[in-house]
């Protein structure tokens, strides 16, 4: 059973930056993709960024350059968030996809003071 581990996050200033960390284990495979969605108080939930397998990344518009998602081991991964606003405050989620099955992990909220 593959499980996604999320860290990071936290309180930061406008400005500041936050790094998120997601971790699978339970496969000796390669997570097909890694993504993260976040979802904001009051609104629906929208992807923020996704990883394939091969590194090719795609952000959402509002990124606008400022995350960065890297990789440090087989299926272990952080996406670097700088220049953060109060308008990326919201609770952050990693999905992994894995032969058809998607898997999600636990959550961790960022919150970005002006």
């Known amino acids: 059973q593959v499980r996604l581990v999320e860290s990071g996050g936290g309180l930061v200033q406008s400005g500041g930056s936050l790094s998120l960390s997601c971790a699978a284990s339970?496969?000796?495979?390669?997570?097909?993709?890694i993504s993260w969605y976040r979802q904001a108080p009051g609104k629906q939930q929208e992807m923020v960024a996704e990883?394939?397998?091969?590194?090719?990344t795609t952000f959402a518009d509002f990124v606008k350059g400022r995350f960065v998602i890297s990789t440090q081991k087989k299926n272990a991964y952080t996406m670097q968030m700088n220049n953060l606003q109060p308008e990326d405050t919201a609770v952050y989620y990693c999905?992994?996809?894995?032969?058809?099955?998607?898997?999600w992990g636990q959550g961790t909220r960022v919150t970005v003071s002006s």
């Open positions: 999905k992994g996809r894995l032969l058809g099955r998607t898997y």
């Open positions: 339970g496969s000796r495979l390669l997570l097909d993709s």
């Open positions: 990883r394939l397998a091969g590194g090719a």
